[in-house]
């Protein structure tokens, strides 16, 4: 009688309770490691344990326990935090590069802050200076306005006496008496003086005051050199 041949496909070994147990702790102890969530297909392509058997072996359902339970909003794969991973890293290299150039920046607005500050305190100099040398000038022209009109007047009062030939007014002093009593240098140093003052080229824009100060110009160059004074001239 012959024997039937069985139907049993011929393979491996199956593996012991044992081995397989092991595998899938390693499985799972990995996947934890990750920080997601995990299914049953996972441990199973990890492991190299099939679905069905992990069902049906009795003891390794239980041993993955509910980490193995499908999440209801799953966040990523393994895939897409490795993706999310690279993207954090050049997320915080940016962040680091821009963290050293806010520094520069910040560096350089203190350096123009302080240029600013320097050049606002010498333009406050010079315009400090600028206005003391404005009043000098002003305090000048006042001296020089002050000095002509006492020289006009007193040369005006000259040549008026002097052309009708009258005698100097109570209380005043002919000019050629005035200027013999007076030192040839201090006479010199007057005559500069009054120059500025009533010099004929000052009144370029007015020809009355200019003829005015000419003549007035000559008597004082007359009191100023010796044997030329008015009363000296021989007609």
Excluded: C, W
């Excluded at 049993?8 to 799972?28: C, F, H, M, N, W």
């Excluded at 239980?62 to 499908?70: P, V």
């Excluded at 600013?116 to 010079?126: P, S, V, Y």
Aim: no cysteine.
């Amino acid at each position: 009688m012959l024997t039937p041949v069985s139907l049993r496909r011929r393979g491996p070994k199956p593996r012991s309770i044992t081995e397989l147990t092991e595998k899938v702790d390693a499985s799972v102890r990995a996947l934890r490691q990750t920080g997601i969530p995990f299914t049953i297909q996972d441990v199973a392509d990890h492991s190299g344990i099939s679905r069905a058997s992990l069902y049906r072996i009795e003891g390794l359902r239980e041993r993955i326990g509910t980490h193995g339970d499908q999440p209801s909003s799953r966040p990523v794969s393994s895939r897409e935090l490795n993706l999310l991973r690279r993207v954090l890293d050049s997320v915080r290299e940016e962040r680091s590069t821009a963290v050293k150039e806010n520094r520069r920046l910040q560096i350089e607005l203190n350096r123009a802050v302080r240029r600013i500050d320097e050049l606002m305190l010498d333009g406050t100099e010079k315009l400090q200076a600028a206005k003391s040398a404005e009043q000098k000038a002003e305090t000048a022209v006042s001296d020089r306005d002050g000095v002509f009109a006492e020289g006009f007047q007193a040369g005006l009062r000259a040549a008026s006496q002097k052309g009708r030939g009258m005698a100097p007014a109570a209380g005043s002093e002919d000019l050629n008496v005035a200027a013999a009593r007076l030192p040839r240098a201090a006479m010199l140093k007057a005559r500069r003086t009054l120059a500025l003052a009533i010099h004929p080229d000052l009144f370029h824009d007015n020809p009355a005051a200019q003829v005015l100060a000419g003549e007035i110009f000559k008597l004082l160059n007359q009191l100023a050199t010796p044997g030329q004074g008015p009363s000296d001239k021989r007609y």
